[in-house]
C-alpha cells in the first residue's frame, strides 16, 4: 500500500483524522526525537528551519537531512500497516474465542439437565421403595399408641374401683401411689374427651377425689375433737397427709387452715376483748401461751404432720396477726388509759417475741426438717437472753420483725412526748450546770482548758440511745417526729447552754431563736468592756470546742436519721438550720477572742499617735508601744493556742481575723502620726516592719516549736503590712514640684487607695498646697486611677 493512499495532502482531499495508538505515537516520538515542538500551535517552521540550517555552509547538509525524513516516513508508515493488520487479526481471534465458550455453554447445560433427570429418576425409585416402609412406621406407631390407650383405660377401670375400696377401708398409704399414677393416666387421655364411656370413668375418679377430700378432713376433725372416743390413729392421719398432697391444692390449703383455727381456739377465748388478760399490761402473757402451745402441738400431732407444711410456722404467723388486731381494737378502745411506761413495756415485750420468732423460723420456709429439740431450747430462752442477742441477729426486712409491734404505732406520739419531757428537764440541768461549772473542772470531756463541755456528750449520747430505740419502734412518722424534737433541743443547747456558759452574759437561760442568739453576742462586744481574765478565755474556747463538736455530730445525726427513716420521709430531715447556728456561734466566739486583744493593744496604738514625730533625730530601736503590742501578743496567743489545740482551724481563723481587724487600725493610726519628719518616718517604718515580722511569727509565738504559718493568713499580714509600708515609703517621698509625678507613684505603690487616703498622706507630709493645686491633684489622681482601672480589666 503506497503511503499517498494512507496520508493524503491537504489540497487532495478532506482532512483524515487518525486515532494512533500509544505505543505507535511513542515510537514515532522515539524516532522523530520528539513531536511536542511539532504539535504546538506556536510551530514555526522558519525558525525551526533556519535552527536546523543556521549557516549557508549547513545548506549543504540539506538532501541528506531530507533523505533521513523520508526514510522516518516510510518506516512510520510501514509500522502503522502492520499495527492495523495485526488489530484486524486480533479482532477475528477475539470473535472465534467468544463463539468457543457459548458452545461450551451449551454442552455444560445439557449435561446439568441430564443430571437432573437422573436425579428425578432416582428420588422416585427411592419413594418407591420406602412408600411401604412408610406405611409400616405408621401402622406401628398407630397399634403402640392403641395398646397403650388400651393399658391406660385398663388402669383407670380397674383403679376407680381399687380407690374406692382403699378409701372405704382408710388404707391411706396404699392409696397414694394408685392415686398418683390413675391421674398421670387421666392426663394422658385428655386428648379421647369425645368418648362417653372414658368420660364416665374421668367423672367416677374425681368423685372419689372428692369423697377422700371430705373423709379426710372428716377424720381430723374427729380425731381432733373426738376425745377418746376416736378410732382415728397418728399413723392414719400421718398416711392421710401424703393423700392431701395429690389433691387439689384447695384440699390442703382447706385442711391446713382447719387445724390453725382449732390451734387458735383456746387463744381467742382466753384472751378475748372482754377479757382482763387482754389488756396491754398483760400482752407477755399472750406470748408466753402460743411458746407453751407450740411446744405442745410439736411434741404431738406436729409428728404426725409433714415439716413441708410449716404448721408451726403458719400457726405462729396467724398469731401474730390476730395479736396485731386485737391489740388494736383494745388500745383504740381503751386510749386513755395508754401511758408511756406501759406503751414501752409492751413494745419491749412485743420487739423480743419477734426476734424470737425470726430467729426460730427464718429460713424454714424451703421445708427443711426442724429438730423440736431446738425449738425447745429457743422458747425456753428467757427474754433478757434475746436483748442481749439482738445486736447480733440481722432482722432487716424479716417478715416476723414489726408484725405485731405496727400496731403500737399510732401510739408511738405518746413515747415522743415522754423523750420531750426528759430533755427538757436534762436541757433544764445544763443550762444551770453552763452557768456554774469552771472550765478546767473536771465536769468537761478531756484535759485542760477549752474542752468540749460534758453535756454536749451527755445530750448526743442521749439522742443515740433515743434514735437506737425509736429505730426498733417505726421508722415512719415518729422518727421524723423525733428529728423535729432532736433539732428543738439543738437550738435550745445553743441559745442556751452555750450562751450562757459564755462570760459576762447575762441573757436569760430560754430556748432562744438564732436572730435572739446574736443579738446576745453581740451585747458582749462593747469597747467598753475589761479585758477576759484566762478562767474567761478558757469558757470563750471551750464553747467553740464545744460547738464545733456539735457541729460535726449534728452532721453525723443528720446521715443516721435519713439512714433509719422511710426513704419516703428522708427528704424531710434537715438539720442545716441548726449546723447554721452552731457555726454563727464560732464566729461571735472568735470575734470576742479578737476583741479583747485588739483592746489589749488599743493603748499601745494611742500611744504611738502621742508620740512626736517631727522631732526625731534619728532612727533607733524599736519604739516602746511596738514593744507592748508584741507583749499582749506573747501573754495572750500562746493560751489561746493551747486551749484551741484540738480546734486548730478555729485558731488559724481567729488569726486571720485579728489580722484583718487590727493592721487596719494600725493603718488609720498611721495616718495620726502628724506631722511627720523624714527621721520619723523611717522610724515609724522601721517600728511597722517590726510589727509586720511579730505577725508573721503569730501562730507559733511563745512556742518551742516552731511551725510554719498558714499561707492564707501569711497572706493577708503581707497585703495589709505592705501596704502600710507603702504609705510611710510615700511619706518619705520628696515632694517637690513634680506633683504629678507624686500622684502616679502613689496609685503604682497603692493601687487600692481612695482619695481619701491620697489626701491623709499629703497631711502627713504636710503639704501646703493651694486649692487650685488640691483640685488639679485630685483630678490627675481620678484620671490615673481610672485609666489603671481599666487597664486592669483589659
Not at 549543504?60 to 492495523?84: K, M, N, P, T
Not at 420456709?365 to 425447745?376: F, I, N, T
Not at 458582749?524 to 479585758?531: K, S, V
Not at 493603748?603 to 526625731?616: R, V
Amino acid at each position: 500500500m503506497d503511503s499517498n493512499d494512507v496520508l493524503e495532502d491537504k489540497d487532495s482531499g478532506p482532512e483524515v483524522q487518525l486515532n494512533l495508538p500509544g505505543s505507535v505515537i511513542s515510537r514515532i516520538e522515539e524516532l522523530m526525537g520528539g513531536t511536542e515542538q511539532f504539535d504546538s500551535e506556536e510551530f514555526d517552521a522558519v525558525a525551526y528551519i533556519n535552527r536546523v540550517f543556521p549557516t549557508e555552509q549547513s545548506l549543504s547538509g540539506v538532501e541528506s537531512a531530507a533523505a533521513r525524513c523520508e526514510f522516518r516516513l516510510a518506516s512510520v508508515q510501514h509500522d502503522i500497516r502492520r499495527l492495523v493488520r495485526a488489530q484486524h487479526d486480533q479482532r477475528v481471534a477475539g470473535h472465534q474465542a467468544l463463539l468457543d465458550a457459548q458452545r461450551s455453554i451449551a454442552e455444560l447445560a445439557l449435561q446439568v439437565a441430564d443430571i437432573n433427570k437422573k436425579a428425578e429418576r432416582s428420588e422416585s425409585m427411592v419413594r418407591e421403595i420406602t412408600a411401604e416402609i412408610k406405611q409400616l412406621d405408621c401402622a406401628k406407631w398407630n397399634l403402640t399408641a392403641a395398646i397403650t390407650a388400651l393399658n391406660h383405660l385398663h388402669m383407670l377401670a380397674g383403679g376407680a374401683a381399687s380407690l374406692r375400696t382403699l378409701a372405704q377401708k382408710r388404707q391411706y398409704k396404699e392409696l397414694v401411689l394408685p392415686l398418683q399414677a390413675i391421674m398421670e393416666v387421666l392426663e394422658q387421655l385428655e386428648m379421647y374427651r369425645d368418648i362417653q364411656e372414658l368420660n364416665a370413668l374421668r367423672d367416677e375418679v374425681h368423685a372419689i377425689r372428692a369423697q377422700l377430700a371430705q373423709q379426710i378432713l372428716a377424720d381430723f376433725k374427729e380425731a381432733l375433737t373426738g376425745g377418746g372416743k376416736t378410732t382415728i390413729s397418728p399413723r392414719t392421719l400421718s398416711e392421710a397427709c401424703a393423700v392431701v398432697d395429690a389433691l387439689e391444692p384447695h384440699v390442703k390449703q382447706e385442711l391446713i387452715n382447719w387445724l390453725i383455727t382449732m390451734q387458735l381456739q383456746e387463744y381467742s377465748h382466753l384472751f378475748s376483748g372482754e377479757q382482763e388478760e387482754a389488756w396491754v399490761s398483760h400482752v407477755e402473757r399472750r406470748y408466753a401461751w402460743l411458746k407453751k402451745h407450740l411446744l405442745r402441738f410439736e411434741e404431738s400431732l406436729a409428728l404426725a404432720l409433714p415439716p413441708a407444711w410449716r404448721l408451726s410456722e403458719r400457726i405462729a404467723h396467724r398469731f401474730c396477726k390476730i395479736t396485731r388486731k386485737a391489740l388494736s381494737e383494745i388500745m383504740q378502745a381503751r386510749r386513755n388509759e395508754v401511758d408511756v411506761k406501759l406503751l414501752l413495756y409492751a413494745i419491749q415485750k412485743t420487739y423480743n417475741f419477734e426476734l424470737l420468732l425470726h430467729k426460730r423460723f427464718v429460713g424454714t420456709e424451703l421445708g427443711a426438717e426442724v429438730d423440736p429439740a431446738s425449738l425447745k431450747l429457743s422458747f425456753d430462752d428467757d427474754d433478757k437472753e434475746v436483748e442481749n442477742d439482738e445486736n447480733t441477729v440481722n432482722t432487716k426486712g424479716s417478715p416476723w420483725v414489726g408484725l405485731i409491734g405496727a400496731c403500737f404505732e399510732p401510739h408511738l406520739s405518746l413515747y415522743i412526748t415522754s423523750l420531750d419531757t426528759n430533755l427538757r428537764a436534762l436541757m433544764d440541768r445544763f443550762i444551770q450546770d453552763a452557768k456554774t461549772s469552771d472550765p478546767a473542772s473536771s465536769s468537761e470531756v478531756g484535759s485542760g482548758a477549752g474542752a468540749v463541755m460534758s453535756s454536749c456528750a451527755d445530750l448526743f449520747l442521749f439522742y443515740k440511745k433515743c434514735l437506737a430505740q425509736c429505730a426498733t419502734l417505726s421508722t415512719g412518722d415518729p422518727m421524723l417526729e423525733l428529728a423535729g424534737v432532736f433539732g428543738r433541743y439543738l437550738r435550745e443547747y445553743a441559745g442556751s447552754v452555750l450562751q450562757a456558759a459564755l462570760p459576762r452574759c447575762s441573757a436569760p437561760a430560754l430556748p432562744l431563736g438564732v436572730p435572739a442568739l446574736v443579738t446576745n453576742l453581740h451585747t458582749l462586744l462593747r469597747d467598753d468592756a475589761p479585758r477576759y481574765t484566762k478562767q474567761e478565755i478558757a469558757k470563750i474556747t471551750s464553747v467553740i470546742t464545744t460547738s464545733e463538736y456539735c457541729l460535726e455530730t449534728t452532721v453525723h445525726l443528720e446521715q443516721k436519721l435519713k439512714e433509719k427513716i422511710s426513704p419516703n420521709l428522708a427528704d424531710k430531715i434537715d438539720l442545716a438550720p441548726e449546723q447554721d447556728l452552731f457555726h454563727k456561734m464560732i464566729s461571735n466566739c472568735i470575734q470576742l477572742l479578737v476583741q479583747d486583744l485588739e483592746m489589749a493593744c488599743e493603748p499601745a496604738l494611742q500611744a504611738m499617735t502621742k508620740i512626736s514625730w517631727l522631732h526625731f533625730d534619728n532612727v533607733g530601736d524599736q519604739s516602746s508601744y511596738v514593744t507592748q503590742i508584741i507583749m499582749h501578743l506573747k501573754n495572750t496567743i500562746p493560751n489561746l493556742r493551747d486551749n484551741l489545740a484540738s480546734s486548730r482551724k478555729y485558731f488559724t481563723q481567729f488569726c486571720i481575723r485579728f489580722a484583718n481587724s487590727f493592721i487596719p487600725k494600725f493603718i488609720q493610726n498611721i495616718y495620726k502620726c502628724k506631722p511627720i519628719s523624714t527621721v520619723g518616718s523611717e522610724q515609724l517604718l522601721l517600728d511597722t516592719h517590726m510589727l509586720k515580722t511579730a505577725l508573721l511569727e503569730l501562730p507559733s509565738i511563745g512556742s518551742d516549736v516552731k511551725r510554719q504559718a498558714p499561707t492564707t493568713y501569711t497572706k493577708v499580714v503581707i497585703k495589709l503590712m505592705t501596704k502600710a509600708e507603702m504609705i510611710l515609703k510615700l511619706v518619705m517621698a520628696p515632694l517637690d514640684n513634680n506633683l504629678e509625678g507624686f500622684v502616679s507613684q502613689f496609685v503604682q505603690l497603692l493601687p487600692e487607695s481612695t482619695l481619701a487616703e491620697f489626701h491623709k498622706v499629703l497631711d502627713m507630709k504636710g503639704a501646703k498646697l493651694s486649692k487650685t493645686q488640691m483640685a488639679s491633684l485630685d483630678a490627675k489622681f481620678k484620671e490615673i486611677t481610672k485609666n489603671a482601672h481599666n487597664d486592669s480589666n483589659k
